[in-house]
């Protein structure tokens, strides 16, 4: 059977379906009871993110589909050191849509926009309660499904960065260690 035509960006409860070898209506019955987070258009049709798709699969043993595991994930960071920015851009570029931001103002008004599959976060940035960052991301409804990996020096921060609901904790420099933090979240690893 050909594969489908996967939106990239978004996919469909058929999309489900297929990857689950599942019925369609089960898939409805999933989202209806919260198996899987997921949002309605306003023609109230299922829709799933990329990252909510790959920790619905994951946590039920299925396999990550060709269709998610070859795309471009679109991630969002926030580091204020420019020497860092570089080495992420080395590092992160070629596997992902990647968009970088000095600053966290700028970074936070491009999120909502951007919708990116995760972000990262440097938790330490002088100028901004890091804390408050995530915080605020998942108190809005428009942001609240975006995956956060804090990339920090800032040890003493991990506990209250993951209790702010970041996904992840690696400390600064350790950009391999990012990288695979990031395909495990979006799927690609």
């Not at 050909?2 to 599942?22: G, I, K």
């Not at 898939?27 to 920790?55: C, M, P, Q, S, Y």
């Not at 440097?122 to 991301?137: E, Q, S």
């Not at 942001?143 to 960065?161: G, K, M, P, Q």
């Amino acid at each position: 059977m050909p594969e489908p035509p996967f939106s990239l960006e978004l996919f469909t409860a058929s999309d489900m379906a297929h990857f689950c070898q599942v019925d369609l209506k089960t898939i409805h019955n999933w989202a209806d009871r919260g198996n899987i987070r997921h949002f309605r258009t306003k023609g109230r049709h299922l829709r799933f993110r990329r990252a909510d798709i790959v920790e619905f699969l994951r946590r039920f043993g299925y396999p990550i589909p060709e269709a998610i595991s070859t795309g471009r994930p679109k991630i969002i960071a926030v580091e204020e050191d420019p020497n860092a920015l570089a080495a992420l851009r080395r590092v992160l570029a070629r596997r992902f849509d990647l968009s970088l931001f000095g600053d966290p103002l700028d970074a936070l008004v491009a999120v909502g926009a951007a919708q990116p599959d995760a972000l990262i976060l440097d938790i330490g940035m002088p100028g901004i309660d890091g804390v408050r960052f995530l915080d605020r991301l998942a108190a809005s409804d428009a942001t609240a499904h975006i995956r956060t990996i804090v990339y920090s020096s800032h040890e003493d921060l991990r506990e209250a960065a993951i209790g702010a609901g970041a996904a992840a904790f690696v400390t600064k420099g350790a950009v391999g260690e990012l990288r695979e933090a990031l395909e495990a979240l979006t799927g690609l690893g």
